[in-house]
């Protein structure tokens, strides 16, 4: 009994300790840096883009990444992206036709810019994406 009583008491701690983190978690605002596609090589692109952002909070810059589906980006426009015959990865989506990654993400930030985050407001460089905006926001200080 003795000794499962100390496991006992640090599970316990894990536990609350992740219900109050995500209890604490506020929501925030952030813009889009840079989009990048998800490739496995040699020739497989993933339906998923590869976001890093930047926020302000407390008086610091802080910057964060994540994931999301590249169909969240394109709406409920059909699309199609795959490598050409110079290996270069092309979307087709809403009759565009785009060539290279670097056109690719050029329109995707086009049409997003922003994204609303979850940070702790303990350790602020811990974020995780909630959704995208097309539009521009503003926060009052």
């Keep these: 009994m003795l ?6 008491i640090i599970i316990s701690y894990f536990i609350i300790r992740r219900f109050f983190y995500q209890k604490r978690k506020i929501k ?4 889009i840096e840079r989009i990048s596609l998800c490739f496995i090589q040699p020739d497989l692109i993933l339906p998923e883009v590869y976001i890093k952002f930047k926020y302000y909070y ?3 810059v802080y910057f964060g990444d994540g994931y999301t589906l590249l169909c969240d980006m394109l ?14 990865p092309t979307l087709f989506v809403n009759g565009k036709f785009f060539i290279t990654e670097e056109h690719i993400e050029a ?5 997003y810019n922003i994204v ?3 940070i702790d407001p303990v350790e602020p ?6 959704e995208l905006y097309n539009e521009s926001m503003s926060v009052k200080l």
């Design 3 to 8: 000794l499962i009583l100390p496991f006992i």
């Design 28 to 31: 925030f605002i952030a813009s």
């Design 58 to 60: 407390g008086g610091g």
């Design 75 to 88: 709406d409920s426009y059909d699309y199609s992206i795959n490598f050409n015959q110079y290996h270069l």
């Design 107 to 111: 329109y995707l930030l086009s049409k």
């Design 116 to 118: 609303t985050i979850f």
């Design 125 to 130: 460089y811990h974020s995780e994406i909630d």
